[in-house]
């Protein structure tokens, strides 16, 4: 697991991967929506560097921690960030 994402693919792998249940998903839909928790701050912080800069994600990476069927990884994210920030526009990757 890449250090810059850590926390990114901490929280995907445990509520995001396909042995988890509807019941976890749900569970991260509330705790991306608690105010002043660190740690999910991390996580969307991480989340939003990852759908700015995909360069940077570990495509493989994260496809064993989560087994998305979006696609691919940028797929993935953005449909995460939707899922738990509707009412957030969602971050695009960066023009260089």
Request: glycine share 8%; with cysteine; proline share 9%.
């Amino acid at each position: 697991m890449p250090e810059r994402y850590a926390t990114l693919f901490g929280v995907t792998g445990t509520y995001c991967h396909p042995e988890a249940d509807e019941e976890a998903y749900g569970a991260l839909r509330r705790l991306a929506g608690r105010a002043n928790d660190a740690p999910m701050a991390l996580f969307k912080e991480e989340l939003r560097r990852a759908l700015t800069h995909p360069e940077e994600v570990p495509e493989e990476a994260l496809y064993r921690e989560v087994q998305y069927g979006d696609g691919g990884a940028a797929e993935f994210l953005r449909r995460l960030w939707r899922d738990l920030y509707p009412e957030e526009p969602t971050p695009t990757p960066e023009k260089r």
